[in-house]
């Protein structure tokens, strides 16, 4: 079985972030809507658009953050066998957040950072494909090493229905779409 990298999907995420100097995590939810178009042979350009919301408690206040932003990049991906594809990117992302304590805004933060990222896509079945990759990102103020784990099982040759687990130093993600 050969893979596919023209697709459109959605996924819902919820997600727990931990944050410096808080003992509290923010926690929340988004949707994000991915668009990949295979170019060549060995090449995929990717844009993706994501929003959601997380808030954190403490010390009878409430802040609350909205976040919005898109991504782009391009993904080369390489046949090991017919099963097995190793891929890999760069990416650029973009992002809103603002920020409100008890209700009154605070202030809005935009964020630019760059990735590169490695990882396999494999069938584990004629319907389920497995997918790790590994993601170093750097932005304005940090870099960041990021493990996403998903897969994909597929109803028929164009749907499928997702699961995804993402984690790092300081928070996860579990998506479904």
Do not use: C, Q
Not at 59 to 77: K, M, P, Q, R, T
């Amino acid at each position: 079985m050969w893979f596919s990298y023209t697709f459109l999907s959605a996924t819902y995420s919820i997600f727990t972030e931990e944050l410096d100097g808080i003992e509290n995590y923010f926690e929340g939810d988004g949707l994000e809507f991915d668009l990949m178009l295979n170019a060549t042979k060995n090449i995929a350009f990717m844009a993706s658009y994501g929003a959601g919301s997380a808030d954190v408690s403490g010390n009878g206040n409430i802040v609350d953050a909205e976040v919005d932003g898109f991504s782009f990049g391009i993904l080369l991906h390489m046949p090991v066998n017919e099963s097995t594809d190793f891929i890999g990117g760069v990416g650029r992302t973009e992002s809103t957040v603002d920020f409100e304590l008890n209700g009154t805004f605070l202030e809005s933060i935009d964020s630019h950072s760059n990735s590169i990222f490695i990882g396999v896509r494999t069938w584990a079945s004629n319907k389920l494909e497995l997918r790790a990759i590994i993601d170093r990102s750097k932005s304005d103020d940090e870099s960041d090493t990021d493990l996403n784990l998903s897969g994909s099982f597929y109803i028929d040759k164009t749907f499928s229905i997702d699961g995804n687990y993402f984690f790092d130093s300081e928070g996860r993600s579990i998506g479904f779409g």
